[in-house]
């Protein structure tokens, strides 16, 4: 298994010859309607043990964020060092404590899935269409949303660990933008994929990659640009 990216496979699909059709979903903003990192934070901020380590990474964040916001550094570099930042202030705890750390932002989430796009999972698998669940968020948080919405396939941000803690010299590999759709082909690469009659669901813009690969892109609450864009190219619009 590649060490930058953890892959979770369920034997719930079964290839019945020919090429296959994928569903693949976004989770930010659309299958999770609200923007993850903002329940990081928060989760952090108040937690009832691990909140001491918030002070690290506000301070580390804040020159960052300022730079971001004056438009001197860029927005996918702003969010892979946003991640990397917030896991180094849990530098102390065991794996299984992060582990533990992100299930319970994960149950923080019930309330908060897209209707319209967990009916729309529900179909693909009832139709036998691969699906999966492609995102930056980090590996425990999709593992423990993937035991309520179970896909084909996961892919997601890992978190290198050495003897069971956080290894600090190994950089997170961010999955964004071009890099989801290279994780995607990685996965799919001995695979016949009919793209023509598949699906991918996102939110914003920045989706465009993987919304292309597939002959029907769904726009699910999309930001500006996306909405022009599928508006002009009558992709469906949930």
């Known amino acids: 298994m ?3 990216t953890c892959m979770i496979k369920y034997v719930n699909y079964k290839e019945t010859g020919g090429s296959m059709r ?21 989760h952090l901020k108040k937690h009832p043990k691990h909140h001491t380590y918030y002070g690290r990474f506000f301070r580390a964040i804040l020159p960052r964020f300022i730079a ?21 202030a849990l530098q102390d705890l065991s794996q299984v404590e992060v ?22 999972l529900n179909r ?9 669940l492609v995102s930056g ?16 396939q996961v892919i ?21 933008g071009e890099r989801k759709t290279k994780k995607i082909h990685e996965i ?6 009919d793209w023509e009659n598949s699906y991918a669901y996102g939110d914003s813009y920045s989706d465009l990659p993987v919304l292309e690969l597939v002959g029907n892109p769904v726009a699910v609450q999309p930001d500006e640009r996306l909405r022009a864009l599928a508006v002009e190219n009558k992709w469906t619009i949930l």
């Open 22 to 42: 994928v569903a693949i979903f976004d989770f930010d903003g659309t299958l999770y309607k609200q923007e993850t990192f903002q329940l990081l934070m928060n």
């Open 188 to 193: 799919l690469q001995d695979k016949q994929v």
């Open 2 to 4: 590649d060490r930058k």
């Open 137 to 152: 968020a980090f590996i425990p948080l999709l593992e423990s949303i993937a035991n309520q919405f179970p896909f084909d």
């Open 99 to 120: 582990n533990d750390f992100f299930k319970e932002i994960a149950d923080k989430m019930q309330d908060d899935f897209n209707e319209s796009v967990v009916a729309a």
């Open 68 to 88: 971001y916001k004056l438009k001197l550094y860029p927005e996918a570099r702003m969010k892979e060092q946003s991640m990397q930042l917030y896991i180094n």
């Open 156 to 176: 997601g941000t890992n978190i290198p660990f050495k003897n069971d803690k956080l290894d600090r010299e190994t950089p997170i590999y961010h999955v964004q």
């Open 124 to 132: 693909h698998r009832e139709n036998n269409v691969y699906t999966m």
